[in-house]
């Protein structure tokens, strides 16, 4: 694990908010003495190498510009809240031999991760007999919180997602006769059948679904037979890697109809991956860095700050993931167990969120309550929000 931190490196923290301007909206009173002496631990399992590494680059900035905030506000009860972040390239094999590790490691109170719904769930069944919390904070299979009461998610739920997904491409973009590209997975197996049958509740008719492998690089194949079907709008269910991928492909056999994709692919990468291919291509995402919200202009403003970027959605996925775990573990007591942490989430309510503003969890489904969604093009090589109409959308 990492190593305790440093004096001097709180005193670095403290000059990094001060170039944050105002005191962070999401974060403790800032009167609170920086945190000291033995840290508090909690673990991450998620790709840091392979072909879904950016987004555990993308975590981690948001894991430590939350560690810089929390800590430089008293961390937990006056300890540092630090974390080992076990890099499972969002392999299933990978994730439970992390898991494993993890659970043994009785200083860990808390586990992030991992990224894909596949390798979170390969973990759980490990996590919840050891009775070690797993926050899938990107895990949006409508399965993944049934593993048991030790795991929960702030992500939402497919079976909330795809419906706004749905809308997006029905009745924004118009579609009428539908094209499904889904890894095949489970989890893009069960986001397509959401997103067919909100569709087809929508009006719009499947004219084809077709499924890929997760190893899959040539498409063209795939790419006919969806011609021939005679679509009028696809949908993508990828992550940016497979999603650029078909986007630089697509063109080559013909296909000219516009395309809508599930938010995994908003990230940076997708753009960088798939150039000119992707401009034009309509997601929808839970965070924007232009939306007006306060608690989004004073992180945006903040990670500008420290990495003079824009932050994306994952930054912020991460970030709020961490100030959840923190409001846990100060719910917990100065002496906690990891039973203790459990039931912490029980009680904690209105956790202040770049995502959702203020975040409780249900007790019953263990994920955040309330759904939302910003609109997105890629226009000119950069992430846009639509107009102001069809910006957000709620199911509240």
Excluded at 85 to 110: G, H, M, T, Y
Excluded at 116 to 138: C, E
Excluded at 260 to 289: D, Q, R
Aim: positive net charge; charged residues 20%.
């Amino acid at each position: 694990m990492p190593t305790p931190i440093s004096r001097q490196r709180f005193l670095h923290w403290i000059a990094a908010l001060s170039l944050a301007g105002a005191a962070f909206a999401l974060s403790a009173p800032v009167l609170a003495a920086p945190a000291s002496g033995e840290p508090v631990w909690f673990g991450v399992s998620g790709p840091l190498t392979g072909q879904n590494a950016q987004y555990g680059a993308q975590w981690k900035a948001g894991f430590d510009l939350a560690l810089e905030h929390i800590n430089a506000q008293g961390g937990i009860h006056g300890r540092p809240l630090a974390y080992n972040f076990e890099d499972s390239q969002s392999d299933p094999r990978q994730s439970v031999a992390i898991a494993q590790k993890l659970v043994n490691d009785k200083r860990v109170l808390i586990e992030l991760g991992d990224f894909s719904s596949p390798a979170s769930m390969a973990a759980s069944p490990i996590y919840q007999r050891a009775g070690l919390v797993q926050l899938g904070f990107t895990n949006s299979h409508p399965d993944f919180t049934k593993g048991g009461d030790y795991i929960w998610s702030p992500s939402i739920s497919q079976a909330d997602a795809q419906p706004l997904l749905a809308d997006l491409a029905v009745k924004t973009l118009g579609f009428k006769r539908i094209a499904v590209l889904y890894l095949n997975t489970d989890w893009g197996r069960t986001s397509k059948d959401v997103l067919v049958k909100a569709a087809q509740e929508r009006g719009a008719q499947l004219a084809i679904a077709e499924g890929y492998q997760p190893d899959e690089k040539d498409f063209r194949s795939t790419l006919v037979r969806v011609r021939d079907a005679n679509p009028d709008g696809l949908v993508l269910i990828s992550y940016y890697p497979d999603g650029a991928l078909i986007a630089g492909q697509v063109r080559s056999v013909g296909l000219k109809q516009p395309i809508a994709a599930v938010g995994s692919v908003y990230s940076p990468k997708f753009i960088e991956l798939g150039g000119a291919a992707v401009n034009g291509i309509h997601t929808n995402t839970a965070f924007f860095p232009e939306e007006p919200r306060a608690e989004v202009r004073d992180f945006v403003k903040s990670f500008r700050a420290r990495y003079d970027k824009e932050p994306d959605a994952f930054n912020a996925y991460a970030y709020d993931a961490v100030v959840y775990a923190a409001a846990a573990l100060r719910q917990a007591g100065p002496n906690a167990d990891r039973k203790a942490v459990r039931d912490a989430f029980y009680k904690i309510k209105d956790v202040p969120s770049v995502i959702f503003g203020k975040a409780s969890f249900d007790p019953q489904t263990r994920r955040v309550i309330g759904v939302k969604s910003v609109n997105l093009v890629v226009k000119d090589g950069k992430w846009t929000q639509l107009d102001e109409k069809a910006a957000l959308a709620s199911t509240k």
